[in-house]
């Protein structure tokens, strides 16, 4: 059973950096982490869950909301199996709980939170 486990969050303050990591694990039947695209979802108080940022499994093409263009930096380590999301110049409207998904399987992990407040 493939499991999705995030970390990195926290409080910062505006203007802060923060990076999020994502451990996946489980895969069997032949595939692995590399055979997966990923992304990493959020969800503010109140709101609903959104795409923030994707990557694909071989060429690492890369997608992200218009929000975080420029600012938020999405990676991956097939070998560590491991997602990444580097989040520069953060902002109070970032503040959310961030979920790592594996798209295909569908599967996500428990959520970080992150918080951007002075």
């Known amino acids: 059973q493939i499991q999705l486990v995030e970390s990195g969050g926290g409080l910062v303050q505006p203007g802060g950096s923060l990076r999020l990591s994502c451990v996946a694990s489980?895969?069997?039947?032949?595939?692995?982490?590399?055979?997966?695209?990923m992304s990493w979802y959020r969800q503010a108080p109140g709101k609903e869950r959104e795409f923030v940022a994707s990557?694909?499994?071989?060429?690492?093409?890369?997608e992200y909301t218009d929000s975080v263009k420029g600012r938020f930096t999405i990676s991956r380590d097939n070998w560590r199996s491991t997602v990444y999301l580097q989040m520069d110049d953060l902002k109070p409207e970032d503040t959310a709980v961030y979920y790592c998904?594996?798209?295909?399987?569908?599967?996500w992990g428990q959520g970080t939170q992150v918080t951007v407040s002075s």
């Open positions: 998904y594996v798209q295909g399987p569908a599967v």
């Open positions: 489980g895969f069997t039947a032949g595939y692995t982490f590399g055979h997966y695209d």
């Open positions: 990557i694909t499994n071989v060429y690492l093409s890369t």
